[in-house]
C-alpha cells in the first residue's frame, strides 16, 4: 500500500532555515510526481510546488519562489521540501502528496513547522 | 495565482443533499478538466473524494458526485450521514505545473 512517511515536528527561529523529508513506499518512486501543500492554523490548503522524482525537475508556486528548494533523493524514495528565510507566517502543517495525474492521490500526515522568536 | 472561491459554510440534515460550489477563472476551472476535491477532518489529511471533475476513486461512496459548467465546478454529496460532517477543498490545474486550491467550506450536518 501506498504510504508516505514525513519527519516530525520542527520549531525554528525566524530567519532559519527548514527541510522536511518525506520518504515513501509502496509504489515505484521515480513513477510519480510529489506535491507540498501547507497548512496555516485554522487556515485552507496552500499548493507550494510540485518535484518530478526522476530527474529533480519542479515547479514552484510564484508566492514561494526564492525560498523554496525541492529535492530528491531516489537511492532513499524520499523527497525533501527547504523552506527558507522563515517568519512566523510560515508556522503550518506542511503535506506531502503523491501526484496521480493531475490530482493529489495520497497524502502524508503532516509535518507541523512552528516559526517562533 | 488567486484562491478559488468557495463558500465558507454549508449545512444539511441527513438524508439531504447538499452542492459546494468552487468559482475559478478560464485560466484554472474553466480551462481544464482537471478539478478534484479533498475532505479534511479535523486533526487529519486532507483525502481525494473525486478527481478529473467527476471521476471517484476506488472506495468513496458514489453519494459523492462532481461536475463542472464554465469557471465553477461543483461537489454534491447526497444522503448526508453524521461522517460527512468535515472541511471540503477543491483545487484546479492551472496551467504551467501550478495547482490552486479554493479556500475550503465547512460542512455541518445538523
Known amino acids: 500500500q501506498v504510504q508516505l512517511v514525513q519527519s516530525g515536528a520542527e520549531v525554528k527561529k525566524p530567519g532559519a532555515s527548514v527541510k522536511v523529508s518525506c520518504k515513501a513506499s509502496g509504489y515505484t518512486f521515480t513513477s510519480h510526481y510529489m506535491h507540498w501543500v501547507r497548512q496555516a492554523p485554522g487556515q485552507g490548503l496552500e499548493w507550494m510546488g510540485i518535484?518530478?522524482?526522476?530527474?529533480?525537475?519542479?515547479s514552484y508556486a510564484q508566492k514561494f519562489q526564492g525560498r523554496v528548494t525541492m529535492t530528491t533523493d531516489t537511492s532513499t524514495s524520499t523527497v525533501y521540501m527547504e523552506l527558507s528565510s522563515l517568519r512566523s507566517e510560515d508556522t503550518a502543517v506542511y503535506y506531502c502528496?503523491?501526484?496521480?495525474?493531475?490530482?493529489?492521490?495520497?497524502w502524508g500526515l503532516g509535518t507541523l513547522v512552528t516559526v517562533s522568536s | 495565482q488567486s484562491a478559488l472561491t468557495q463558500p465558507r459554510s454549508v449545512s444539511g440534515s441527513p438524508g439531504q443533499s447538499v452542492t459546494i460550489s468552487c468559482t475559478g477563472t478560464s485560466s484554472d476551472v474553466g480551462g481544464y478538466i482537471y478539478v478534484s476535491w479533498y475532505q479534511q477532518h479535523p486533526g487529519k489529511a486532507p483525502k481525494l473524494m473525486i478527481y478529473d471533475v467527476s471521476e471517484r476513486p476506488s472506495g468513496v461512496p458514489d453519494r459523492f458526485s462532481g461536475s463542472k459548467s464554465g469557471n465553477t465546478a461543483s461537489l454534491t454529496i447526497s444522503g448526508l450521514q453524521a461522517e460527512d460532517e468535515a472541511d471540503y477543498y477543491c483545487?484546479?490545474?492551472?496551467?504551467?505545473?501550478?495547482?490552486?486550491f479554493g479556500g475550503g467550506t465547512k460542512l455541518t450536518v445538523l
Open positions: 502528496a503523491r501526484a496521480g495525474s493531475n490530482h493529489l492521490d495520497y
Open positions: 518535484i518530478n522524482p526522476s530527474g529533480g525537475s519542479t
Open positions: 483545487c484546479s490545474y492551472a496551467g504551467s505545473f501550478n495547482w490552486v
